[in-house]
């Protein structure tokens, strides 16, 4: 794989004491006549949380559509009236079973203005999806048998 399998952009930020860098799957390498783009699934695959960015008309989101054992939360944010004074976003939250609920809480029927208090929703809610997976029965499974395998790895080697 080339030196930039990774890609060469990304989008960072920090919320209060954290700091986040995002997947974006169009600044993801992107390989000409490759049905797969797995340099693109990857990563994304291997998230826990998806944000997932609809535009006006697109047809509901379905996590069915994606095969990934990591991906345990999906955010989808769906954008209303884009590229005028009065843009605005829905979102709405698609959860593993086990995964227990977070928040900030949804409030019914409300849509957000592009604004600071939206940025920080947001992010909240996505930080607060990420610890809520780790609770998860299938998260801690994975995790202690990685745990094992590095211990392993570390004894032996």
Known sequence: PAADSTGTHSLYTTYQDYEIMFHVSTMLPYTPNNRQQLLRKRHIGNDIVTIIFQEPGALPFTPQNIRSHFQHVFIIVRAHNPCTDNVCYSVAVTRSK???????????????????????????????????????????????????????????N
């Open 98 to 156: 086990d995964v227990p609920p977070f928040g900030p809480p949804i409030p019914s029927g409300v849509t957000f203005r592009k604004s600071d208090v939206f940025r920080d929703f947001l992010l909240a809610k996505v930080i607060n999806a990420e610890n809520a997976a780790h609770k998860s029965d299938k998260f801690h499974t994975m995790a202690t048998r990685t745990r094992q395998e590095y211990l392993k790895d570390l004894a032996e």
